[in-house]
Each structure stands twice: as C-alpha cells, then as structure tokens.
C-alpha cells in the first residue's frame, strides 16, 4: 500500500473515504423511502469537502484565494435580493444560506477538488493511482449493481409517466436520485476503465464496453447513450501511436466503411429502434411541441425563454448582472432551474456563475491540451470534457451536479501523473526497410 506522511493526515483520510462517495449516495437514496430518513449521502460529502478543505489549507493552496473570491462574489447578488425582497426574509439568515450555498458549493467543488488531487498527484503520485483505480471501479460497479436491481423491480425510475405520451418503459436508475446526473458520471468513470484497458485487455475492454452501453440504454438518456458510444468507438483511436494511422489505413478505411453502412442502418430501423427502446413516443411528442428543438434541448429553451423574461421583468439590469440567487428566481416561478449549467449560473450568480463556469471548463481543457504531447491519457480526457461541455450545454447537470465533481476532477488532474505514462504499453510500428546494402 503507498504510503502518506502522517503530516498529511487528512489526504491519508480521503484516500480511504473518497472511493466509497457513490456508493454512500446509492445507499442514502435507497433509505429515502424510509420515514425520517437522514441525508447521509449530503453529510459524506461535507465531510469530504471539510477534510479537503482543511488538507489544501495546510498545504497553503493558491488557488482557495480564488475560489473564496468567487464565492464572495457569487453570494452579492442573492444577498441583495434577501435584503430587499420582503418574501424572502420571513426565512432568515439560515434559510438564505440554505437555499443559496448548496448550488454554489457544487459549482465551485470541481475546481476545489482538482487544486487537492493536483497537489496530492505530485506529492504521492503512487497513492493517485491507487486511489483513481480503486474509486472509478467501485463506482462503476456501484452504477450496474443498481441498474440490475432496478432490472429486478427495486428502486426508482428514471422519469415520471408523461401526460399524452405513452411510454412503456420509463428507464431506470436504481437508487440515484438524479438521471442526468448518473449519466454523466457513467461517462467519466467508464472513460477511465476504458482508457486503462485498451489496448493491452481487449476482453476487458469489449465487457466494459457492452456494460457501458447498456447502463446508458436503461438510463434513458440522449446525451448519456450517444455519449457512451462515442467513447467506446474513440478510445481506441485517441489512444494510437505515431504512425498507426499510416500503417493501418487500409483496415481503418474498412473500418469507417463498415461503420458508415452501420450508421445507415441505424437511420433506416430507427423508428423500430426508439420504440423498443421506449422513446419514440416520447421524441415524437417533444417534436410535435417544438420542433427539433425540442427533442435536442427536451423543452429548455422554453424553460430559458420564461425564467430570462421573468427576471428582466422584475429585477434592474445591475442586480441581474451579479445575479438574483435561488431564491430569486424560485419567488417567481415553480420551475426555476433551466438545466442548462451556464444560463443557470448566470441567472444565480450573475458575472460569478459564468466566470465559475468558464474557468472550470478553461481549467480542464488547458490541462489536458497542454499534457497533449506529454501523456497518454491527455488526448481521452480532452474528448471527455468536450462530451461535458456539451452535455452541460444542452442538458445541464454537469456544474450544478453533486455527484460528478469528484470524480471528473481526479481524471482531470491524473494527466499530470508520470508514473501513469510508464504503465503504458510503449509500441513503435514496424519501419519497412529495404534491402540490405551488403548483398549489393
């Protein structure tokens, strides 16, 4: 087992605590049902979040400077808006908090989760690995073993029955409270354990394959299906040497062929496909209500369209600009979130929200494109924050997600892990050579 110094006493705690977080959320979902249930899932976290926190504070961490004056920022605006708004008052100073610090936690935890596993990368790079292993297989399994009780009647749906739509199966989602949410962690974790697979265990690579893709099938998501297939096809390709592309041309012309014929099928079946799958009714309505809009977005930008007229309404232009807080918004509307991550977080936390959104894409697309030419995990994990980034722009859940912060900060921050370059396979394409000048 690695070893920490007892000086870093807390990083010695979450290295023990962090890969058990999915399945303490499985597990606190699971006693909802029960009456007086605890959140125990919510105190885990902040257990986590506190340990963390202390951890980068006795390593005199930069970047919490920045974190503490996005949060102060952040808060300006909600605070204005307890302040003069009678309706919010009658909740006092804990409700404000309550209401506000918990979206704005979640937004700010990926960043402050990525300055810890960076820090703790290059102090005990041994213990990283361990622990990225350990905690992305744990939560996969944690992720099908729900899906197979969902399979077997227990736990909950993933959506709720729509009026004029029938649709007879509503996916699943075992004991997770969030779909979308789970769905974008299926993304991150399987893209590690597919990643570390290929290409030395193709086997491996092939089951992991499968169950990714049938987890998103039962999950019922566009952006988590079409996601999961993306990564198993890509890997591969992301993960080549100098040189393949040229010695392998051939077969990946076929390759593309075959895969451009598949495609074509899939477009010719695709009515009988979604009705298998359940969606047909469901994309047909959507279509019906709002065009090809409404089945990429699923009604969002008519969710953006009233909660950006209400608040331009009631509120000035400055107070709009360092945003009006949950509790603005949820003063005025029942629906108040639009899931989509950067309009929700504009709509918050104003000027604060897009910077927290802007620097924690910024953050991870830097650091993977500068570890590029360096490290073999960098070209995967740029493919997967641009899959996030998309997924946050069209079905939210990605900032505002209290389930993926750990998770897709420890990948982010393992491109600066050396001993992960060497565990790869290093392979050189055969050179053609001619003939051998002696016989001449």
Request: with cysteine.
């Amino acid at each position: 087992m690695p070893r920490i110094d007892s000086a870093s006493w807390p990083a010695w705690l979450l290295f023990y605590l962090m890969p058990w977080f999915l399945l303490v959320d499985s597990i606190s979902g699971g006693l909802q049902q029960l009456p007086g249930a605890l959140l125990w899932s919510l105190m885990y976290k902040a257990l986590l979040l506190s340990v963390l926190l202390w951890q980068l504070i006795l390593w005199r961490s930069k970047a919490l400077v920045l974190l503490l004056g996005l949060l102060l920022l952040a808060l300006s605006g909600p605070l204005y808006s307890y302040l003069t708004l009678a309706a919010l008052q009658n909740v006092g100073a804990a409700g404000f908090l309550a209401t506000e610090l918990p979206l704005l936690i979640k937004a700010l935890a990926p960043l402050l989760a990525f300055s810890f596993f960076c820090h703790f990368c290059l102090r005990y790079p041994a213990a990283f690995v361990v622990m990225i292993d350990r905690l992305m297989l744990l939560s996969f399994g944690v992720i099908v073993v729900n899906l197979l009780l969902g399979l077997a009647g227990f736990g909950y749906t993933a959506y709720q029955p729509m009026d004029n739509v029938v649709q007879p199966f509503l996916g699943l989602k075992g004991f997770f409270y969030s779909t979308n949410e789970l769905a974008a962690v299926l993304l991150v974790v399987s893209g590690w354990l597919l990643w570390r697979s290929w290409p030395l265990h193709k086997a491996r690579y092939g089951l992991i394959s499968l169950l990714t893709i049938a987890s998103a099938l039962l999950l019922l998501t566009k952006t988590g299906l079409l996601g999961s297939l993306m990564l198993v096809f890509a890997i591969p390709l992301l993960s080549a040497k100098a040189g393949f592309y040229r010695q392998y041309r051939r077969q990946i012309a076929v390759a593309l062929l075959l895969a451009l014929s598949g495609l074509l099928v899939l477009i010719w079946q695709a009515e009988a496909l979604l009705r298998a799958a359940g969606l047909y009714d469901k994309l047909a309505y959507a279509f019906q209500q709002r065009g090809v809009l409404g089945i990429v977005l699923s009604s969002r930008d008519l969710y953006l369209s009233v909660v950006w007229q209400q608040t331009e309404q009631h509120y000035a232009l400055l107070h709009r600009l360092f945003g009006v807080g949950v509790a603005g918004v949820s003063v005025l509307l029942k629906k108040y979130f639009i899931e989509i991550d950067l309009f929700d977080l504009m709509v918050f936390y104003g000027v604060a929200g897009a910077a927290i959104f802007g620097l924690t894409f910024g953050q991870f697309f830097y650091s993977s494109f500068r570890q590029l030419s360096k490290h073999p995990l960098a070209a995967t994990l740029l493919f997967i924050n641009v899959l996030l980034l998309g997924v946050a722009m069209l079905a939210g859940h990605i900032l505002t997600s209290g389930m993926l912060w750990l998770p897709w900060a420890l990948l982010n921050a393992a491109v600066f892990n050396t001993l992960l370059i060497t565990a790869m396979p290093v392979t050189t394409p055969a050179i053609p050579r001619g003939t051998d000048e002696r016989s001449a």
